[in-house]
Each structure stands twice: as structure tokens, then as C-alpha cells.
């Protein structure tokens, strides 16, 4: 039987058509400033165009729709999704290089149901990740593509086939804890779900598989992010410091909890003659799991709550580690840090998000829940960042903030005195 979603007032649509043709002017306006005079992409006039773009949707759709929406469609979309990197239907379509594929031969390579491939098709090809050319007919797109890139193939795995459980079982745990926020990495949504005593990390680290797909996925940086050794001054904050003639051993920069060393192989690769020792420190399993680390990196197992065993380098760096802990592990990271920082030389960076005061992203927003219910974790505002360092007595030198993404940036903390 169909119904009509009414409102308060009535069935709703769009907003007034002044506001839909305004929009629609600034949208047309900024579209003109997306290149560069050199033909390049302008970032910051895209993401301004995105922003209008999204408006001018808002403006247009029904409330109930996006009601419904949410309600009803996004958690079907994402096992489509799902499904589609399960099948390596997107490595198939890339691969016929712009030949349109059949639904036919789709069931033949993947050898699933006919039927099964035609129904999941419909929603892979109405999100875009697909070109339905003719009937049960399909091309590669960008989107495709970009599902056949390891790091964001890895991360759907990752985060579909843990995170989803918990987003549905969250409610029922605020229901019967309370509603407030969890503050022990042992006691979140997570554990609720999984009925385990483990942590998330824990966890991971006693299923391979899924441990793999997360680090895969951490190897992304976030898509297209530009890396901190592009926009922070390396030279003057960091390499400038090493004493004229010092010796390979002398600690550079230590990479605290760095996975694999994504972090320091790109920061040699762009200061290869950097004086000074790259030393990358994770948990033994991690360790033992690397292939192909450059020579000019050490790797030593390391658990970041014991005490720091590389004194007095130039840099402890930290990578989206702390976001992951509540602000009671965190100091103990710190403190763990401080005892073998040198007064006036050493530094730490974080490299971090800092939530805006109003108008946080989607992703910012997104991940701050999932850090919540993961791990007890949280993304923080400038403040809590500030609240977080001076409450171990540690100095905020300066934040820098990336000129490519408004959210991420270097918080640099050091020793008083």
C-alpha cells in the first residue's frame, strides 16, 4: 500500500524557489574558480563548491525522504558495498578497461547467483560505483576505482565488518548504562557488543585478518590528505637542530606507536640526507610483521604506556595515537615521553584533528563517535587539546594547522623551563 509522509504542516518539498536559485548562482559562480591559472584543481574552491553543492540538495529533498533515508537505505547501501569488494566486483569492471560487463558474466567470474548480482548492481550503480550502460550492462567508473585502491578496499572491510555491529547495539548500551560518555577503553560499546573484556587493539591483534585490513587501511591517510612533511617546516623545526657533525645514532625522530613506518619512509625519502637516527616503535607483533623497512630506519618493539627507552631525540612524534585513548591514558603516554625529553631540545608533534568550534565535518564528526564507542576515545577541540597538554605540565609551543585541510594539524608541545 503507498502512503504520503506528511509533516506538521502538511506534505513537505523543497525550500522556496528564490533559495534554490540563489544557490543555484553561487554554485555556478564558484564552479568558475575550481582550476588554477596553471590548469590545477583549487582545493579549497572545490570544497566551497561541495559545501554549495550539498546545500542546494538539502534545499531540493524532502525532509521525510532524508528521514527515510537514514531509516532505511545507508545500511543497505554499505552491504552492497560490502558485497561488491567481497565479489571484487569493482577489480572486475576496472579491468574490462571501459568494456561494459555483463550481469551474465559478472555471475560467471565471481560465480555467484545471476539474480543475486542484477539486484546488488541496482544500488551499486545508483551510488555511483558503477555505470549501468544498458540493461543488466556495467562500466568501471571513478568510484570503481577507487575501490580497487588497497588502503580504501581495506578500510571498507575494516571499518563495515566492525564498527556496524556496534552501531546498532550502541543504543541499546546507552539505554541500560546511561547516557554519557564511556571513559574506559574496557568498557564501550565495543565490549557490549562483542560481550569480550578485550580491547579493540586486543582484539585486532588476535584476529589476523581483521588486524591486517586496519593496518592496510591506516597506510591511506585519510585519501587524499597531504602528509605533514609537506606543509609543516621540517628544516627549520626539526633538522636544523641536529649539532653540526653529530654522529647517525643521534635519535632525529622517534615515531611513537608508527605502525609499519609509513611516516618516517616519507620523511626520508624527502630529507635522505638528514642527519640523525628514524627510529620506529610499535608492539612486537607490529614489528614482526614488517617487510621492506628502509635501512635508514630502526625498528624496536616498544609498548607506549612503559617507559620511553630513546632518550633525548629531537622529535617524539605521534600519529593520530592519542585520539584513541581517554585524556587518563593519554597522560601516561605523555609522562611516558617527558622522562626522556631533554629540556630546551626535545619536542613532541602530534599530529592530530582539532574539532571546530561549530561546523564540524561529516568524516571529524563521523570518526569522534566511532573513537568513542570503539575505544573511549575522542577527537578534541583546541581547548582540550591545550587542557590535555598543560595537564601534565607540558608547554603548547605552537599549533600548526594545515593550509590543505582546516582540521588536521600539528600541535607541538615541549618541557618547561
Partial sequence: MATTLTGPAGPAGPESTQDVSSLLQQLQQASTNLRTPEGAINDNSRKAALLLAKQLVNALEKPEDVVMRYAFEIGTHCMCLRLGVDLRIFHILVEHDGVPVSASQLAKLTRAELLLIVRIMRVISLLGFALEVDEQSYKATPLSRAFTVPALEAGMKACYEVYTPIHVQTAEHFRSRGYKCPTDTLDCPF?????????????????????????????????????????????????????????????????????????????????????????????QSTINNIKDLSPGIQAIAHDFFAPQPVKGA??????????????DKCRLILQSIMKAMKVGYSKILINEAIVPAKNCGSWL?????????????????????????????????????????????????????
Avoid at 622529535?315 to 581517554?326: K, S
Fill in 191 to 283: 565490549q557490549w557488543t562483542y560481550l569480550t573484556d578485550l580491547s579493540y587493539f586486543g582484539y585486532l591483534h588476535q584476529n589476523p585478518e581483521k588486524l591486517k585490513h586496519f593496518e592496510t587501511f591506516l597506510s591511506a591517510n585519510g585519501g587524499t590528505r597531504k602528509y605533514w612533511i609537506e606543509w609543516f617546516p621540517v628544516e627549520s623545526e626539526i633538522l636544523s637542530a641536529i649539532p653540526g657533525g653529530a654522529e647517525n645514532d643521534t635519535p632525529l625522530v622517534v615515531d611513537v606507536g608508527g605502525n609499519k613506518g609509513h611516516d618516517l619512509e616519507r620523511l626520508l625519502a624527502r630529507f635522505p640526507h638528514a642527519k640523525g637516527r628514524l627510529v620506529l616503535q610499535d608492539l
Fill in 314 to 327: 629531537r622529535v617524539y612524534y605521534l600519529h593520530f595515537i592519542l585520539h584513541d585513548w581517554p585524556d
Fill in 365 to 417: 564528526a563521523a570518526t569522534d563517535i566511532n573513537m568513542m564507542t570503539v575505544l573511549a576515545g575522542m577527537e578534541r577541540t583546541r581547548q582540550q587539546w591545550i587542557d590535555l597538554l598543560e595537564s601534565v605540565d607540558l608547554d603548547v609551543v605552537k599549533i600548526w594547522s594545515s593550509p590543505h585541510d582546516g582540521e588536521e594539524a600539528i600541535i607541538e608541545a615541549a618541557l618547561k623551563g
